[in-house]
């Protein structure tokens, strides 16, 4: 009778953790901390480029004013998708000089999510969207940067990822983000594809396919998985699994100070686009490196390339001057719900929601690189702040 009865409570108290969970969450306060958050490449109103900010922010309970927390349908600046093939530009090209430098002092902090924008051929009811075509919105601006320099100059919390100053950013611009940040963009982008074969994987981009075949006599040879490489050019390289690949996955190794500060953990595989950059600067430094793992023949194609097979995936600046991050790879995109976000202490039971066992899913990635490190920086930031509104 006892043991049944023991059975029922636990029973009992695993149906009622949720909401124990949930309430813990509720009771939690708010505290406001202002992001300006900018992405460009909102192709529905789920804004996926962006979400994984959005989480955070739910999940901390960080607020944009006392009472309101964000939406992620409308708090950011960018493309703003409507019915019927319409939609609104809500970027901050339209801010006149006065409004970028009142947005810069009423904002805690500035995150730019996503750049590229969005295309004619993703936006108009075309069939194919693994081609290449004409730009509806998107890219790196003059006003974009004002704002960055100012957030700079006020010592405010500046976050950016892939696809910030890369193409289709303007020279110019890009040249000027890249000379304020002491961070350079090699003009290479990436991405893992967990198969190369062309009858089988018809997610392969055809500008990516074209463009190879156009440099290597019109030959196609992958059946495996592996790594494509594309220069800003347009000049293409395959990494393959076995043959130019000892792992077909990039890796995200994490040094000294990321798994320390962030709790990150000392490898992450990331099987999604991400960009090479090289810091150009001693202010810079890395909290993870990307490692490509190649046999000898994979070195060869790389040093062909002028790819190197380790690359920074976390640069950051942190001193009284001003704090400043960029992630190397589309960060704050991740296949996650919201719903998760209403729940203290979720952290607990991530495991329930990724198959490590699936090589191209990315919400491990969330859960055990991302989440911790995006929440330490705002935690660190919001004491920061609150260190400061204390003096003052």
């Known amino acids: 009778m006892l043991k049944k009865r023991l059975k029922h409570i636990i ?52 607020t944009k004013t006392a009472t309101k927390f964000y939406d992620r349908s409308e708090d950011y600046f ?20 006065n409004k970028i430098e009142q947005l810069s002092t009423d904002a805690d902090l500035v ?18 969207q693994t081609e290449r075509s004409g730009i509806v919105y998107g890219g790196l601006k003059e006003n974009d940067m004002e704002l960055l320099q100012k957030m700079k100059q006020k010592n405010k919390l500046i976050i950016t990822e892939f696809n910030t100053f ?43 396919i074209r463009n190879y075949l156009n440099q290597h006599d019109n030959e196609w040879p992958f059946k495996k ?45 990331y099987p999604f686009w991400f960009d090479i950059v090289q810091n150009n600067s001693k202010i810079n430094k890395t ?28 640069t950051y600046h942190i001193d009284s001057d001003y704090e400043f991050y960029y992630f190397s790879g589309d960060f704050c995109d991740n296949p996650i719900t919201m719903t998760t976000s209403y729940f203290k202490g979720i952290g ?21 690189f991302y989440r911790p490190m995006v929440q330490t920086i705002l935690e660190d930031y919001q004491t920061k702040l609150e260190t400061k509104n204390g003096e003052n």
Do not use: C
């Open 111 to 128: 995150y730019f999510t996503d750049t590229y924008g969005i295309y004619t051929n993703e936006w108009y009811e075309q069939k194919n």
């Open 11 to 62: 029973l009992i108290l695993v149906l009622l953790t949720p909401v124990f969970m949930f309430l813990a969450w509720f009771f939690t306060p708010k505290t406001k901390m202002v992001a300006a958050i900018i992405d460009k490449t909102v192709l529905t109103k789920e804004g996926q480029e962006h979400i994984s900010l959005d989480w955070i922010l739910n999940y901390k309970k960080y």
């Open 78 to 97: 960018g493309f703003f998708p409507k019915e019927n093939e319409e939609f609104d530009l809500r970027g901050l090209e339209r801010f006149s000089s």
């Open 166 to 208: 890369a193409s289709p950013t303007k020279y110019t611009i890009r040249r000027k983000f890249e000379k304020t940040f002491g961070i350079e963009w090699t003009g290479w982008t990436g991405r893992y594809f967990d198969n190369l074969d062309t009858l089988v994987n018809k997610e392969l981009p055809r500008w990516l």
């Open 287 to 314: 909290a993870a490196n990307y490692k490509i793992y190649t046999t000898e023949k994979g070195n060869e194609e790389l040093k062909k390339h002028g790819i190197p097979n380790a690359f920074p995936a976390v």
């Open 225 to 269: 998985s592996g790594i494509a490489f594309v220069h800003e050019n347009d000049q293409v390289t395959i990494l393959e699994d076995s043959i130019h690949l000892k792992r077909d996955i990039p890796q995200i190794l994490s040094n000294n100070y990321g798994k320390e500060r962030f709790s990150l953990p000392e490898e992450m595989k």
């Open 348 to 368: 607990l039971f991530k495991r329930f929601f990724y198959s490590e066992q699936d090589k191209t899913e990315r919400a491990s990635f969330f859960w055990k």
